[in-house]
């Protein structure tokens, strides 16, 4: 995984919250999880992203293929055009992700 360095102390890096947001919650320090929170008041559509993203990453780290509709669901129905895209890519090939997510690896 990327490890960009950190952002000076009142900016944000684009790149930065990227990786933040796609770790593990339990795996961030608080002042991590604290920026995090900070960008999420940036905007409603940037809190919205970060839980739509860390749902996501959840599901493919823990393959929970059950979990797929529900996520689409929420994707398509938040209007931010990425994810709509997004969710809209995924149902085009729904039944390949669905294995995929559904694959036990040996």
């Known amino acids: 995984m990327l490890s960009p360095k950190k952002p000076e102390e009142n900016g944000f890096s ?3 919250l990227i990786c933040l947001v796609l770790r593990r919650p ?5 002042e991590q999880a604290q920026e995090v929170l900070r960008a999420s008041t940036l905007h409603p559509d940037v809190a919205l992203a970060f839980k739509l993203t860390q749902a996501e990453a959840s ?5 929970t293929a ?3 509709p529900a996520w689409l ?5 938040r209007f931010i055009p990425e994810f709509v ?4 890519g995924i149902e085009r090939d729904l039944a390949a992700v669905e294995a995929a997510l559904s694959r036990e690896d040996k």
């Open 14 to 16: 684009v790149r930065w």
């Open 26 to 30: 339990e795996q961030l320090t608080l």
């Open 59 to 63: 599901m493919l780290r823990e393959r």
């Open 66 to 68: 059950q979990a797929l």
């Open 73 to 77: 669901t929420s994707a398509r129905a």
């Open 85 to 88: 895209q997004l969710a809209q």
